[in-house]
């Protein structure tokens, strides 16, 4: 693992001694192909860490990535200016540590290196760009907490912007292992873009939901997990915006509140139900409930899709939401805080 010190951080007038001593605070940007999001957090004297401050913000850096192969100006620029206030608050939180990942966009972008290149002169920041097998294992570090004991297996995914992960994994001998994963080319902005953001026929909805089984099955075929998801030995957990957003709706949240939707479960009839609402909604109407928003209204309904994919795969009848995942095992590992992941299997293609 490579960690990095913030190059913006100064010790700031008044403090009497350095910020490495005074705060000892960490940071973690998590860079994805549609947000934008930062942890500020300083360890905890009863295990794991407290969070002082927090930051997130839709930038879509990938919008467009799937047509042309590069970033868009519109979008670097935006994402930059979210990068800017991101250094500020770990300036202004005394991060003496930070480890900032670029995912899936920045992987797939020709002009990528061109990118971080201006993030670190105009920011300060220095960022990297991880493969899919660092994302899954920070993601799956970040979640750990959420896994029960009664199961013996696990099914976790997270639905992001440009693309799909899902881990398979066994907790059978204290240290979850990771027994496999696959990768995916379809995230909420790469599936929005296919169908011009919000305009999903039903057709269109069945047809992806129909495309992300097709992916999924030899990956199923090959660990057996239909056999041991049909035993009642899986559980299963989804780290996304999608899970976080259909669990506020399920709660009618006046607002989104992390505190209410971390940990909750959310039965597959209830998505089933949610999702069919939101479909037949147009994206003013997403976008005026609390929980979705204008940013939002546009990709949820492919998120949607993407879910009851999942679920229609594998039945395990409930799922349990995490607004936790890679910026949270990055904070974990530059704190040192114990728990190890073993990976016993290389990436597969799903296909």
């Known amino acids: 693992m490579v960690t990095y010190l913030n190059r913006r951080r100064r010790p700031r007038a008044g403090h009497g001694m350095s910020c490495e001593a005074d705060c000892a605070s960490f940071g973690a940007i998590d860079l994805g192909t549609n947000n934008c999001r930062l942890l500020v957090a300083r360890p905890s004297e009863v295990g794991g860490f407290r969070v002082t401050d927090a930051f997130s913000r839709i930038v879509r850096l990938g919008e467009g990535l799937a047509r042309n192969g590069e970033l868009s100006e519109a979008a670097m620029v935006r994402t930059i200016e979210a990068l800017r206030i991101c250094a500020e608050k770990m300036d202004r939180g005394c991060v003496v540590k930070a480890r900032n990942v670029a995912t899936e966009a920045c992987r797939q972008a020709r002009n990528c290196d061109e990118f971080i290149d201006r993030v670190n002169t105009e920011t300060g920041l220095i960022v990297e760009t991880i493969t899919t097998a660092e994302e899954v294992r920070l993601v799956l570090r970040g979640c750990l907490p ?148 204008r940013e939002r209204a546009d990709l949820v309904v492919a998120g949607c899709a993407l879910l009851e994919a999942i679920c229609r795969r594998w039945p395990v009848g409930q799922l349990r939401v995490a607004d936790r995942g890679l910026r949270e095992g990055i904070l974990c590992e530059l704190m040192g805080v114990a728990n190890e992941v073993r990976l016993g299997a290389s990436a597969e293609s799903g296909a």
């Open 146 to 293: 959420l896994l029960e004991d009664a199961r013996p297996h696990a099914l976790i995914f997270d639905i992001g912007g440009g693309s799909t992960e899902v881990l398979w994994l066994s907790l059978e001998e204290g240290d979850p292992e990771i027994l496999g994963w696959v990768s995916m080319p379809h995230g909420v902005v790469t599936v929005s873009e296919r169908f011009d953001y919000g305009s999903m026929s039903v057709g269109d909805y069945h047809g992806v939901i129909d495309e992300m089984q097709n992916y999924l099955a030899p990956f199923c075929a090959r660990h057996n997990i239909a056999e041991a998801v049909a035993s009642g030995a899986v559980q299963m957990l989804g780290t996304s915006g999608t899970v976080t957003t259909l669990s506020g709706v399920k709660q009618k949240l006046p607002r989104y509140n992390r505190a209410a939707v971390d940990g909750t479960y959310l039965p597959f009839d209830t998505i089933e139900r949610i999702s069919a609402r939101l479909r037949g909604m147009d994206c003013d109407g997403r976008a005026a409930h609390p929980c979705i928003g």
